[in-house]
T-cell receptor, first 113, second 113 residues
Framework: EAQVTQNPRYLITVTGKKLTVTCSQN?????MSWYRQDPGLGLRQIYY???????DKGDVPEGYKVSRKEKRNFPLILESPSPNQTSLYFC????????????FGSGTRLTVV | DQQVKQNSPSLSVQEGRISILNCDYT??????FLWYKKYPAEGPTFLIS?????DKNEDGRFTVFLNKSAKHLSLHIVPSQPGDSAVYFC????????????FGGGTRLMVKP
């Protein structure tokens, strides 16, 4: 089954403790992206990657890092999480960034206390 | 400032009636508009799209209308069914920015039996 898999689904952590949210896709997609969803603000792009070793900032990159060492994986790293990063995070992938061709993961709900 | 806005955070409709979800945008460079549907604990899934050169696109019970002069689009669901209850996100594609998607804040639709 074609899918984007995120882990973990839920995470509660403390301020300053480094964490990684993993994202993996099995569709051989070149394009991958991370979004955060906050009430009233919709989905805002954090980082995206056009291909292996190619990453770029989205609209809200502050406080986040990403890496793309392999085509299928695109982890999101919070080096020093803060409470304002409490949010619902989605990873998405697409072949050639086709219009309407995004496949989203099921989401990771992160709480930073 | 948000380039894509959904001014109604929620909408309640009786089963069998029409649901109309609205979306406004400000960026004239948007060339495609999309609607995504999101159920709880799942990622958004693509529903329907419309090119900026068209004013209507229909797919079964779902029709999207685009009014370019007013920078407004709407999603009509007829007839509405309880299974349509979800959060709907409007999104706009900017080809000049490498097919960057900008999302609205979402509208929660509740269809009552």
């Amino acid at each position: 089954e074609a899918q984007v898999t995120q882990n973990p689904r839920y995470l509660i952590t403390v301020t300053g403790k480094k964490l990684t949210v993993t994202c993996s896709q099995n569709m051989n997609h070149e394009y991958m992206s991370w979004y955060r969803q906050d009430p009233g603000l919709g989905l805002r792009q954090i980082y995206y990657s056009m291909n292996v070793e190619v990453t770029d900032k989205g609209d809200v990159p502050e406080g986040y890092k990403v890496s793309r060492k392999e085509k299928r994986n695109f982890p999101l790293i919070l080096e020093s999480p803060s409470p304002n990063q409490t949010s619902l995070y989605f990873c998405a992938s697409s072949r050639d960034r086709q219009v309407g061709g995004y496949t989203f993961g099921s989401g990771t709900r992160l709480t930073v206390v | 400032d948000q380039q894509v806005k959904q001014n109604s955070p929620s909408l309640s409709v009786q089963e069998g009636r029409i649901s109309i979800l609205n979306c406004d945008y400000t960026n004239s460079m948007f060339d495609y508009f999309l609607w995504y549907k999101k159920y709880p604990a799942e990622g958004p899934t693509f529903l329907i799209s419309i090119s900026s050169i068209k004013d209507k696109n229909e797919d079964g019970r779902f029709t999207v209308f685009l009014n370019k002069s007013a920078k407004h689009l709407s999603l009509h669901i007829v007839p509405s069914q309880p299974g349509d209850s979800a959060v709907y996100f409007c999104a706009a594609n900017d080809r000049s920015a490498g097919n960057m998607l900008t999302f609205g804040g979402g509208t929660r639709l509740m269809v009552k039996p």
